[in-house]
């Protein structure tokens, strides 16, 4: 099983960044998608959800409205749009694949993404 995110980087307050996760060598359409954060000193919190049947999604308070999560089940990929960006965004952002059925979770490497002027 591989997680491979891409797409952080540096931006300006206000900015936008899109992130991608591929996965590979899972039954996709069988894992809940997430995606976590975690910045400096702090722990990992779980910023964004997309299930696999209906595609519902729940996000943190602090990026509701902000961030949209979406998935491809044919490409095996799950994205995170961020927009209107701050500087307490700045994290390593994690893409996390969780089983429905066996409860497994996978992690890719992680990404950093940092937002300062």
């Known amino acids: 099983v591989q997680l491979v995110e891409s797409g952080g980087g540096l931006v300006q307050p206000g900015g936008s960044l899109r992130l991608s996760c591929a996965a590979s060598g899972v039954a996709f359409s069988m894992f809940v998608m997430n995606w976590y954060r975690q910045a400096p000193g702090k722990g990992r919190d779980l910023v964004a959800t997309?299930?696999?049947?209906?595609?519902?999604?729940d996000y943190a308070d602090s990026v509701k409205g902000r961030f949209t999560i979406s998935r491809d089940n044919a490409k095996n990929t799950v994205s995170l749009q961020m927009n209107s960006l701050k500087p307490e965004d700045t994290a390593v952002y994690y893409c996390n694949a969780k089983s429905r059925i066996t409860q497994r979770e996978y992690w890719g490497q992680g990404i950093q993404v940092t937002v300062s002027s």
């Open positions: 997309i299930r696999s049947a209906g595609g519902s999604t």
